[in-house]
Structure formats: C-alpha cells, structure tokens
C-alpha cells in the first residue's frame, strides 16, 4: 500500500478485525481521520493551500498528496480535504482565518462517512462487481478519486496504488457496501 | 443504458450516475411579479417535447454534483453535443443536419 499517495492517512483500523483476509484480496476498515467538505471559487484556491499545507488540484478526478495531507478533487469548485484526527480543529481553524474575506464553505463532514480499503491483485475485479468504471491504469491511474455508485449506494472511490483502493460511504451505507464487497469476494474463495 | 460525458469531469459516465432535469434554456422570468399568469404557467409548464434533437439539462449527481446541458436526439438516444451549464444552446438545426438527422 502506497503510504506516501495517501499521505499515511488511510491506515487498516488496528482495532478492527478483517472483514475479509484471502491471498489474492483483502478489505480493510479504514481508522478514523478528519474529513473536510470545501467549496470555493478558483480565487482562494492559493491561500486555502497554503493554509492547508498542499496544493488543492485542479485537474478533474485528480489528488494531491503529502506527508498527513490529502487533498481531493470533488467537482470544479469542490474538495475533499484529510488530515489526522486529532488535527481537525487546527487545520479548520488555518483555512478558516486564512479564508476571511473569502467567499467560501467549510465544513467538518468527518462522522458522515465511513473507508474500506480494498487491496489485492483482484481489486479491480471486486470494484466491477457494483462499479460500471473502466478500472484499468490507463483510463484510472493511481491518485484518481472520483464519485460514484457502488450498487446502489453512493461511494468514493480513491485509487491508492495499483492494487489498492479506498472505497468511502456514507456511514449508513457502508454496511450495505462492505456487505456486497464481502459477498462478491466470496466468489474467489469458491473458485 | 446511456453513456453520459461530464464537461466538468471530462470522462464518460453510465446513466446512473446522472438525473436529467428537463429541457434546457428554459429562462426564469426576470420580474415574476410582472409575468402575467398565463406566461408564468409556461415557463412552469410548456415544454417543446419534441421528437427529434433536443437540449436538455442534465446534472452528474453521483459524481461531480454539477449540471450541464446536452443535446439528445429523442427518437434514436444519440448525444450529439455535451456542453457546460452557461454556454449558449448551439445551433440544433446545424448538429442535426452534421449527424445526418
Ligand atoms: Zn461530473
């Protein structure tokens, strides 16, 4: 797994048993990190990345990453910004004050949603058992994230590394999510 | 299913990621308080509904949130034109005729 892209943010939950451990693919929880929904026009983009620490991207489905930062593009004037869990007030309040002035949102949306990473040779497999997205390097190179629907539930999905996949839901979904990643996963066991 | 291109993503989409909201270029009247009832429940209501190329709102809701407009032929589900929400409608006599509608 690629600590660096991640920014080391999107770590296995220590505290969490597997919920699913084969060869060729494993599914993960993901622990607790601080999430932020921003919106701002192209304007405060400078200053929201100097507060943040990194660069916000600009480029469609695309992230940025340094050491405990991630910073993901959502839509044209959205973002997904993460940070440890313990930084959430910190970070809020240095984009906050950098921001006065600033037409812009801010929001702590950590609570809403909950990660699972995905890893294994047969990742990509799995994603396309709910995912109708061309997963292949070319069309989704690592560092993509991009919203989708998994089923029928709304998901993230953060290409880590090759093999590696961040899938987010919202917290009520992401029984239904993990469940059907479980299920389908099953398949390879059989096999 | 349809594949829909997202001007804002700039990938191609299956249907499900998207609503459509409807004909496009439908203008708001500026002075509601001065439109006259029947003008109103146009704007409201009254929709060309035609058979044939059309421009339609659609919005990329399972992805970017954004919406954009793009031009559909009704009775073959063709999309002949994807473009961001503010540009001008394009000529759809022009893109018809280009598709050989
Ligand atoms: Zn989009």
Known sequence: MSDVLAGGLITPDAGETPLLSLSSLSILKAAPLARLSFRAREASLGAAGTAFGLDLPVAPLSSNSAEKRAALWMGPDEWTLLAPEDELQAVFDAIESALSGHPHALVDVSDRSETVIVSGEQAVWLLNTGIFIDFSLEEFPVGTVTRTVFHKAPVMVWRLAEETFAVEAWATFMDYVSGLLVQSAKELEAA | ?101
């Not at chain 2, 060309?48 to 589900?77: L, M, P, Q």
Request: charged fraction near 30%.
């Open chain 2, 1 to 101: 299913m349809l594949l829909i291109y997202c001007p804002y993503c700039q990938v191609k989409r299956a249907e499900t990621e998207f609503h459509c909201g409807g004909e496009a270029h439908i203008a708001r009247p500026s002075d509601p308080s001065k439109t006259t009832d029947e003008d109103w429940v146009d704007f409201l209501y009254t929709r060309s509904n035609i058979k044939g190329v059309y421009a339609e709102r659609w919005r990329h809701i399972h992805g970017c949130g954004r919406f954009f407009n793009a031009v559909r032929d009704t009775v073959s589900d063709d999309f002949l034109k994807f473009y961001k929400a503010g540009e001008p409608m394009p000529d759809l006599n022009a893109l018809a005729a280009e598709a050989g509608k």
